[in-house]
C-alpha cells in the first residue's frame, strides 16, 4: 500500500498508509485528542473523522474549542431530529436540515401538525437514537440511482436535480435514515451530548410563499449539558 505525507498544523509531518482517516491519525497523536475530536479539516476542507486520506495533505483536528466543530455538531443534532421523527411518525417527507448560528431546524411535509407534546416524544427519541452510538456514515450515489431512490420523497427529488452532480453523497443513520447530504458529521451519535427541541412554526418551501408550506422544528445543541443550560436560562430572563 502506497504511503501518502500529512502535514500538521504545528508544521511536523506523518507518514501514513493511503486510507488512514483522520481520526486513526488523532489517535495516533493522542488517545485525548481522538476522543475530544469533532470532525477534521483537510487542506482547508472541512471532513468527516472516519472519511479515508487518499494523497498528500494538510490535517488539522477539530474540537469543541473550533467554531466550525459547533456548527458541524449541530447539523449532525438536525439529522438526529430527522431521524426521531421518522421513527415516530414513518409517514413524513423530509424536507431540509441546516445549522442555524442559534442552533438547527429541519423542514417537514406532515399532513398532522405537531403538537407541544411531540415534540417531547421526538426529543425523547433522539436521546434513545443517541445512546445506540449510531455511526453517520457517508456513501456516494449516482443521480439516476438517487433519483430513483427518493421517488416517493418529492423535496430530496427537487434537491438532487437541482443540486447534485453525476454522484452525490448522502449520509445514513441506523438501517432507516437516509439523506441527501454533503456532510460533514460527526462520527457518530456518542458525540451529541446536549441537545433541546424548542418550537414549531410553518415555513414555505424555499422560502417561497408560493410552495408548499411545511413544518419546521427548530432546536438547539452544545457541547456539554452546562451550556445548553446556560443558554436556555438565559433564554428564559429575556422573555421575563
Not at 502506497?2 to 495516533?28: F, M, N, R, W, Y
Not at 417537514?108 to 411531540?118: C, G, K, L, V
Not at 427529488?157 to 437516509?178: K, M, N, Q, V
Request: proline share 5%; hydrophobic share 35%.
Amino acid at each position: 500500500m502506497s504511503q501518502i505525507e500529512i502535514t500538521l498544523p504545528d508544521g511536523s509531518k506523518q507518514s501514513v498508509a493511503e486510507g488512514t482517516s483522520p481520526l486513526e491519525i488523532a489517535k495516533s497523536i493522542s488517545p485525548r485528542l481522538a476522543d475530544a475530536a469533532i470532525v477534521a479539516k483537510v487542506d482547508g476542507e472541512l471532513y468527516d473523522l472516519t472519511r479515508p486520506l487518499n494523497k498528500n495533505a494538510s490535517l488539522q483536528i477539530l474540537t469543541a474549542k473550533d467554531a466550525e466543530a459547533l456548527t458541524v455538531y449541530r447539523h449532525s443534532t438536525a439529522h438526529l431530529l430527522a431521524a426521531a421523527v421518522l421513527e415516530l411518525y414513518p409517514e413524513t417527507k423530509l424536507g431540509i436540515g441546516p445549522p442555524i448560528d442559534s442552533g438547527f431546524y429541519y423542514d417537514f411535509d406532515r399532513a398532522t401538525p405537531f403538537t407541544p407534546e411531540d415534540l417531547e416524544k421526538i426529543e425523547k427519541k433522539m436521546h434513545e437514537i443517541q445512546a445506540r452510538h449510531l455511526p453517520y456514515d457517508r456513501i456516494y450515489t449516482r443521480k439516476d440511482e438517487g433519483l430513483q431512490k427518493y421517488s416517493d420523497a418529492w423535496m430530496k427529488c427537487e434537491l438532487i436535480s437541482e443540486r447534485a452532480g453525476d454522484i452525490f453523497t448522502e449520509y445514513t443513520l441506523g438501517p432507516h435514515f437516509i439523506d441527501f447530504c454533503r456532510g460533514p458529521h460527526v462520527p457518530n451519535t456518542s458525540k451529541l451530548k446536549a441537545f433541546k427541541l424548542l418550537s414549531i412554526a410553518g415555513a414555505y418551501w424555499k422560502g417561497d410563499e408560493h410552495n408548499k408550506q411545511l413544518q419546521r422544528i427548530y432546536g438547539t445543541a452544545f457541547f456539554t449539558r452546562q451550556e445548553l443550560e446556560d443558554y436556555l436560562n438565559r433564554d428564559r430572563k429575556s422573555v421575563v
